[in-house]
């Protein structure tokens, strides 16, 4: 049996019972969360196998948020050992799981090495690496779909975007938007229904994509295809129609004994944030919330990891689960190392900023920590405990330090004046 079907007759496994303890809650509390659809535990049978040192994950009720980083290659960049790069520096940043969305070279290669080199969950989108074996998207089968997504599966991936929301009858919704389709994989497939003037095959043969995901107790992430990608368009008639699919879908797998994450927004205004969130736990009935962002303004390209971090901190406050990074480089180009590791700390601060906020002591913790070191000066354990200590330290060496203090307030720092006046009294 797989985790759902455990949790939902109550027998823990070895998977949950790490994530309990890691996370500091109640295993009982945990398999409950997971038996009712509001938690899952990402852990492929086949990468465990893989990987003797992976780590299992949970996502969704009662645990700290999470942070996705997205790697891949692409048709003007193809390198694995690139690739492997961004995974370590990934990893090494503090990335829960990461995705391999890559398009270009030897997809297949990349993605098993991937896979095989990562002690964390990795998640992948099928349908780029399908429609680029086919070559091209119009002359595709409904099994050419599948076949795309059985190789992903089978390679070992722990979870898989599956865009099965977007339907035939949501095209002419789309058609009133600023932006049309932003997401690859929702616009590919509503080109295929156009074309082929039929249903959407992941929606059509979605029963069969559960029964090859519950196999390997791979989790399914319901993808959001029509995603808002500019403010304009934002909690529209044709983003709203999909999560209603969505919800039914969340259902169809539940019964099957699949664990499911649904996807979400996307371009998002601050004051709509709050709403979003509560429209998916209602319609999706609790289930773990994943958003990419969500963007709050539409004008800063180079700055979107920072917008995003807005939106992000925000949603996983109202009750979102796992966060999306956006790097840099959103909206601009491919993602470099440098362009990976500025996307994961800026997404950790985000998730962190809202645990203390949601009330999780151990992130409350750390920061009394931080600043306990700094009430005292003690810049070695203020490194130690920062979010990023090489930047931290990199920048305190710039600014030729004197004595205990900083070069910003120097002989006027009022810590260090605190500091004595608190010696004063202690003595």
Known sequence: MNQLEKAKKGEPTREMQFV????????????????????????SELHKKLKPNFKPLGIGRDLRIKVN???????????????????????????????????????????????????????????????????????????DFLDGIKKHINDGTDFITVHAGVKKEVIPLVKKRMMGVVSRGGALLIKWMIHNNQENPLYTNFGKILKMAKKYDVTMSLGDGLRPGCLRDATDDAQLHELRVLGELADRAYEEDVQVIIEGPGHIPLDQIEKNIMLQKEICKGRPFYVLGPIVTDIAPGYDHITSAIGGTLAAYYGADFLCYITPKEHLGLPDIEDVREGVITARIAAHSADIARGLKSARDWDDKMSSARADLNWKEMFRLAINPKRAKMFREQCAPKDQTCSMCDKFCSVKISKELRKQNES
């Open 69 to 143: 980083s997205n790697i891949g290659s692409s048709p003007t960049k193809a390198s694995l050992n690139h690739e492997l790069e961004k995974l370590r520096v990934s990893i090494e940043n503090g990335a829960d799981t990461v995705m391999d969305l890559s398009t270009g070279g030897d997809i297949d290669k990349i993605r098993r090495e991937i896979i095989k080199n990562s002690s964390i969950p990795i998640g992948t989108v099928p349908i780029y690496q399908a429609v680029e074996d086919k070559g091209n998207l119009l002359d595709m089968t409904e099994k």
């Open 20 to 43: 309990a303890n890691k996370e500091k809650v109640g295993l009982d509390s945990l398999i409950n969360n997971m038996a009712k659809g509001r938690t899952v535990v990402l852990a």
